[in-house]
C-alpha cells in the first residue's frame, strides 16, 4: 500500500551488494529533492492520495499529509473544473490500453494561484495486488505561458497580415508566392490572396513590367541582405499597371539556409505620376506642352548621336514671330496665349517625330531638325515651316497675320554644343528680321558682327533723345499744280560716332524695345511746334505724323495728341497721324475706337503704304481714314507697264468709293505725276517736287510755294 517502501526494496535489489552506500537513505534524498510531486493514488472519483513525495508543498502549497487520504483536500478538488474531465478521460484511454499516460492541465494552488502542470503516470499492481495509478507531476506554468505568448503573438501576427492596408507576402527565390494578404490581392487586382498565390507563378515575367526588376530585387537583397523602397511598375490582373515600392529581406533558418523572402508591398501610382508630372514640367512648356529650353540640351544630343551614325548634319533653328507683340498687346494675353497654341500645333505638322519643337519663350521657338543631309533638306524643312505659318490664324473671333523670321545654324559646321549653334542661330534670325521678317536665313560669320551692331545700336539709341541727337526733317506734300498743302515729318538720327542711322534700322529696334512711346511723343511735340512757323490759320499747311502701331495698344495715343496740341494751340485740322497696315494685325476694333477719338478731335486720319500689308476692304470700312497714300512701290512704274497703272487705278478708285482723298508717294519723274493725276489722285509726295530738309528750310520751301507759286525745279528750292 506504500510507495516509498515499494521504491526502497527495488532500489535495495539494483544496488551493489557491499557497496557500503545506505540505499534508503539516497532514495530519501532523491524523491526530496524532485522538482515536482511523486504520487501513488487510487482510481476513484477523488483520485485518493496513497502517497504524495515532499515536492507536494512546492507545487500546490499543501502539506503532503493534507492530500493523503484526503484529508484536507482531494487532488480532483485540486484539478482546474475545466480540465477535470480531460485528466479523467486521458487516464482511463491510458489505463484501457494498459500503456503509459501524459497529460497537461491546470490546478489551482492553496494560495489561489493557477498553474500549469505535466503528469506522466502508469496503472500498476501495488503490494496488495490492487491497480493504483502511480506517476509524477511537474510545474511546468512557465513553458505553457510562454506557448501562450507566442501563440497569442502569431495570431496577432496573422491578424495584422490578414486585415492590414498594407500588401504583405512570402515567395521563394524562384519567384512563387508562398503567401499573401488581402491587400496585396487587392492591390493586384486579384479576388481573393489565395488566387493570387495560386495564379502569379512567375513573378518575374508575370508580374514586373521590366523582368530585369526582380533580378535587381535579388541582388540588392544579397548585397544588404534588403531592400527598400525598390520601386518598380508592376502588371495587375487586368493588364493595367501600377507603381509599387518594396520593402523585403531574406529569412534563413537556424543553420543559415535560405527560407524565403518576405517583406510589404505600397501603391506609389500617385506619387509617382506626380513625379512624372513634375519631371514633365521642368522640361516643358505648361502652355503648349512643347519641351523648354531646359530640355533642349537632351533632344540636341539624342539628334547628335543620330547624326554621327549617319554622318548627317543637324539644323537648329531659332524662330521669332512677327507682328505678335501687337496681337499680344492689343488683343490680351489670353488671345496671345492660344495664338501660341496654334503656332505649336502649326510648327509639329510641318516637322518629323525624330525632330524637335521647343518653346524657348515669349513667341521664340527653336528647331531642332535632325539627320539632315545637307543645307537643301534643311531649307525644304523651312519652307514648309514658313508655308504653315503665314497662313491666316482664326483665334476665337479674330483672324490674325503671324509670319516669322527665322536664322538657321548647322551641326557641325557652325558649332558643336547648344550654346553656340543657339547664339548663330540667333543671329540668323535678327538678319532675317532686319532683311524683311517673313524669311529664314542661314548663319554666316558676319551675323555676329550684325548681331554686336544690333547691341551698339539700341544702347546708343537709349540716349538719343536725351543727347539732342534727333531731328525731324519735312517732305512737302501738293498738288497737281505743284500748290504746297503741307509736309510729312521724318525723323532723322545722327549719332557722333556712328553717323546718321536711318528710320528703317532704328524704328524697328525702337518698337522692340519699347522706347518707340517716347520717340513719338518727341515727334508729335516737335512737329507741333515746327507747324506754328507755317501759319497759324486753321487753313495753313499741315504737317502729318507717323505713329507706330504698338502706340494703339495702350489707348494712350488720343490723349497724348490732345495734350500736345493744346501744349502748342495747333489747331487740330492742320495735324494728320499716319498709321500703316500693321495696324490691322492687333485689335481691329480698340484701334478703330482709338482712331475714332483722334477725329473727334478735329485730327485727319491717313493709311500709309498701302497695299503691302493686311488691308481688306472689310476693315478699311471699320477705321475712320481720311487719306490713303499710295506706295511708292505701286507708283514705281505706272507710267510704263499696263499692270502696274491697272492696279494704282484699282486702288485709287477703291480709295474714292470710300470718300477717301488719294496721296501718292515717291514721285521722281514728271511722266509719273501726269499718270496719277489722270487717274485722279489728288496729292503728291517725291523727290520730283522736294527732298526731306530741315524745319527752316521747309517753313522757306512751303513759304515759296504758297499762293498759286509752284516750285522753281523738280528738284525744288531747299533740296
Known amino acids: 500500500m506504500r ?86 478521460g486521458t487516464v482511463a484511454a491510458a489505463l484501457g490500453f494498459d500503456r503509459r499516460y501524459k497529460v497537461e492541465y491546470r490546478i489551482r494552488c492553496r494560495d489561489g494561484n493557477e498553474k500549469w502542470v505535466l503528469e506522466r503516470g502508469q496503472a500498476v499492481a501495488d503490494e496488495s495486488g490492487s491497480k493504483v495509478i502511480e506517476g509524477f507531476i511537474e510545474d511546468i506554468t512557465e513553458r505553457v505561458l510562454a506557448q501562450i505568448q507566442l501563440a497569442e503573438t502569431e495570431l496577432r501576427y496573422r491578424s495584422i497580415f490578414e486585415h492590414s492596408d498594407v500588401g504583405m507576402f512570402q515567395t521563394t527565390a524562384e519567384g512563387r508566392y ?46 544588404s541582405g534588403r531592400v527598400r523602397d525598390f520601386e ?14 518594396e520593402n523585403a529581406h531574406a529569412v534563413y533558418d537556424t543553420q543559415g539556409d535560405f527560407q524565403y523572402y518576405e517583406g510589404t508591398v505600397v501603391d506609389v501610382t500617385e506619387r509617382h505620376r506626380y513625379e512624372q508630372q513634375l519631371e514633365f514640367q521642368a522640361g516643358h512648356d505648361p502652355l503648349t506642352g512643347l519641351p523648354n529650353r531646359n530640355l533642349l540640351q537632351d533632344r540636341l544630343q539624342q539628334a547628335i548621336h543620330l547624326a554621327a551614325r549617319s554622318e548627317g548634319k543637324i539644323g537648329v533653328a531659332f524662330v521669332d514671330l512677327d507682328n505678335f507683340k501687337i496681337i499680344n498687346d492689343s488683343l490680351g494675353h489670353a488671345t496671345g496665349d492660344m495664338l501660341l497654341v496654334s503656332i505649336a500645333g502649326r510648327l509639329l505638322t510641318a516637322l518629323r517625330e525624330v525632330d524637335t519643337v521647343a518653346r524657348y519663350g515669349g513667341d521664340e521657338f527653336v528647331l531642332i531638325l535632325a539627320g539632315q543631309s545637307g543645307l537643301e533638306d534643311v531649307a525644304r524643312v523651312l519652307e514648309r515651316v514658313q508655308e504653315v505659318l503665314v497662313e491666316p490664324a482664326h483665334v476665337g473671333d479674330h483672324v490674325l497675320h503671324v509670319g516669322a523670321s527665322i536664322g538657321v545654324s548647322v551641326y557641325p ?24 521678317k517673313g524669311r529664314f536665313e542661314f548663319y554666316t560669320k558676319a551675323f555676329n558682327r550684325a548681331v554686336n551692331e544690333r547691341f551698339t545700336l539700341e544702347s546708343a539709341l537709349r540716349g538719343a533723345l536725351a543727347g539732342g541727337e534727333m531731328r525731324l526733317h519735312y517732305q512737302p506734300r501738293v498738288d497737281s499744280s505743284g500748290l504746297a498743302r503741307g509736309c510729312e515729318a521724318l525723323l532723322r538720327w545722327t549719332h557722333p560716332q556712328l553717323g546718321t542711322i536711318g528710320p528703317d534700322r532704328f524704328i524697328p529696334l525702337a518698337e522692340e524695345t519699347g522706347l518707340i512711346a517716347r520717340i513719338t511723343e518727341f515727334v508729335l511735340d516737335s512737329a507741333c511746334r515746327d507747324a506754328l512757323q507755317w501759319g497759324t490759320t ?76 493686311y488691308s481688306s476692304l472689310s476693315y478699311l470700312r471699320k477705321f475712320p481714314f481720311d487719306v490713303l497714300k499710295v506706295d511708292r512701290s505701286f507708283v514705281l512704274e505706272c507710267d510704263q507697264s499696263d499692270d502696274a497703272r491697272a492696279l494704282v487705278r484699282a486702288i485709287i478708285s477703291m480709295g474714292h468709293s470710300l470718300g477717301l482723298e488719294i496721296v501718292a508717294e515717291g514721285i521722281e519723274r514728271s511722266s509719273q505725276l501726269t499718270e496719277l493725276a489722270a487717274l485722279g489722285c489728288e496729292e503728291f509726295q517725291g523727290y520730283l517736287f522736294a527732298v526731306p530738309m530741315p524745319a527752316g528750310d521747309a517753313a522757306a520751301w512751303l513759304k515759296r510755294n504758297l499762293g498759286g507759286r509752284p516750285a522753281d525745279s523738280p528738284r525744288a528750292v531747299g533740296a
Open 3 to 88: 510507495l516509498l517502501p515499494r521504491l526502497r526494496s527495488s532500489f535495495r535489489r539494483r544496488s551493489l551488494a557491499g557497496s557500503g552506500y545506505d540505499s534508503s537513505r539516497v532514495l530519501d534524498v532523491l524523491v526530496g529533492n524532485l522538482e515536482g510531486m511523486a504520487f501513488r493514488c487510487a482510481i476513484d472519483a477523488a483520485w485518493t492520495m496513497h502517497f504524495v513525495s515532499p515536492g507536494c508543498k512546492s507545487l500546490t502549497g499543501y502539506e503532503p499529509e493534507d492530500l493523503v487520504a484526503n484529508r484536507v483536500v482531494s487532488f480532483e478538488d485540486i484539478t482546474h473544473p475545466e480540465d477535470r474531465d480531460l485528466v479523467r
Open 413 to 436: 559646321d557652325d558649332g558643336e554644343d547648344l550654346e553656340a549653334l543657339l547664339s548663330h542661330a540667333d543671329a540668323a534670325m535678327y538678319h532675317a528680321k532686319a532683311a524683311g
Open 178 to 223: 508562398l503567401a499573401a494578404n488581402q491587400a496585396l490581392a487587392d492591390l493586384y487586382g486579384y479576388a481573393t490572396a489565395g488566387a493570387l498565390v495560386q495564379e502569379l507563378s512567375d513573378i518575374a515575367h508575370h508580374l514586373y513590367v521590366d523582368p530585369a526588376r526582380r533580378v535587381e530585387f535579388q541582388r540588392r537583397i544579397q548585397e
Open 538 to 613: 486753321p487753313d495753313a499747311p499741315s504737317v502729318a505724323v507717323n505713329v507706330s502701331s504698338r502706340l494703339f495698344i495702350d489707348g494712350r495715343l488720343p490723349g497724348l495728341v490732345s495734350r500736345v496740341l493744346a501744349r502748342w494751340g495747333l489747331p487740330s485740322s492742320r495735324l494728320e497721324v499716319e498709321v500703316t497696315e500693321s495696324v490691322l494685325a492687333g485689335n481691329v476694333e480698340q484701334a478703330a475706337r482709338q482712331l475714332k477719338e483722334l477725329r473727334a478731335l478735329g485730327v485727319r486720319i491717313a493709311l500709309d503704304d498701302f497695299g503691302t500689308g
Open 232 to 245: 518598380s511598375e508592376v502588371f495587375r490582373r487586368d493588364g493595367s499597371r501600377v507603381w509599387v515600392s
